[in-house]
Structure formats: C-alpha cells, structure tokens
C-alpha cells in the first residue's frame, strides 16, 4: 500500500532540494530521517519535516508498521517563480528569478 504526502510552493529552488532527495531514495525510512538530520543544508529541514508528515500517515491512517516503511519514489517539481528585479546603474535593471518547489514522498511497507 502506498502512502503519499506533499509539500507544495516550498521557497527552496529545485535543484538544491533535488540533490537532497537524491541521498534519501530507496532507503528505508529511519535511516532517511537520521540522515536528513545531519545533513546542514536548508532543503534537508523541509525534506525532513516533509518525511516525517508522510510516516505518520501512514501509521494513523494506514494502519501500517514503521520499521517496515521505504520511500518508493521523490518526486520535485518546479514550483511558481516571483520575477523580481534589481536596479543597476543607468536606470537599467537586471531581473532575476526567485524559484520554488513542490515536493512529494511516497511511501510504501516492505515485503519481507
């Protein structure tokens, strides 16, 4: 049985969650968590926060065992960009992009 949750419009662009994500694929849930609990980078606390969401629905709602969980697949996604702009000299301006990102984690129980 799978297990989902979601983040949506996380102020973190994608690639930088991405190479986070990458780390924690297919591995079993707890390791997931202890390792996003070391990693110092922004993307690993909403990663973090994110998976444990994802665990506790699937403990109370699914009725299915913690210790058995994996994550079967991260998926982050380009999210809506504020356009802004920075003056520069000559009444010129140089625009820039402030990107976010949507992040969802499923989860499923293992098969012994």
């Known amino acids: 049985m799978e297990v989902k949750a979601a983040t949506k419009t996380e102020r973190i662009t994608p690639r930088k969650v991405g190479l986070i994500a990458q780390i924690i694929r297919k591995k079993n849930v707890e390791d997931a968590l202890g390792l996003l609990m070391l990693i110092r980078k922004r993307p690993a606390k ?3 926060k994110l998976l444990k969401s994802a665990v506790s629905n699937a403990v ?7 210790d058995l969980l994996v994550i079967k697949r991260i998926e982050v996604t380009p999210g809506p960009m504020l ?3 920075r003056a520069s000299t000559k009444g010129r301006v140089h625009p820039y992009k402030k990107r976010s990102s949507h992040i969802k984690v499923i989860l499923e129980e293992r098969r012994n």
Do not use: D
Not at 60 to 66: F, G, R
């Open 83 to 85: 356009k802004r702009f």
């Open 46 to 48: 909403s990663l973090y």
């Open 60 to 66: 109370n709602n699914a009725k299915l065992n913690k």
